[in-house]
């Protein structure tokens, strides 16, 4: 069975840093197009940044980009983000979501993506 794992959310002041990461289990990952998405309370789920199998990268918005890094182990099966200077707006709870190897290279669109996490809080406060 496949299985996503976050973890490393939590509550950070404006301004800090957290790591998430991805754990993936039930079967090998590093072929697979894996990606970052956040949703906020009473917002839609939304992309946060990708990374495939060769390390191709997309990121949201200008708003994300220099203050997120996604990357991944593939020896490892873990996905990872490190975010930096926070901001409330972040807040959010973050989704890590992997896609089938001959499905898509990369993508933005979280319906491309079939298998997901539970997810992470992650909260900062102004």
């Known amino acids: 069975q496949v299985q996503l794992v976050e973890s490393g959310g939590g509550l950070v002041q404006a301004g800090g840093s957290l790591r998430l990461s991805c754990a993936a289990s039930?079967?090998?990952?590093?072929?697979?197009?894996m990606a970052w998405f956040r949703q906020a309370p009473g917002k839609e789920r939304e992309f946060v940044a990708a990374?495939?199998?060769?390390?191709?990268?997309?990121y949201a918005a200008d708003s994300n980009k220099g203050r997120f890094t996604i990357s991944r182990d593939n020896a490892k099966n873990t996905m990872y983000l490190q975010m930096n200077n926070l901001k409330a707006e972040d807040t959010a709870v973050y989704y890590c979501?992997?896609?089938?190897?001959?499905?898509?290279?990369?993508?933005?669109?979280?319906?491309?993506?079939?298998?997901w996490g539970q997810g992470t809080q992650v909260t900062v406060s102004s």
């Open positions: 979501a992997a896609a089938p190897p001959d499905k898509i290279i990369i993508s933005r669109r979280k319906g491309d993506y079939d298998y």
């Open positions: 039930g079967r090998t990952f590093s072929r697979n197009p």
């Open positions: 990374i495939n199998w060769s390390g191709a990268i997309i």
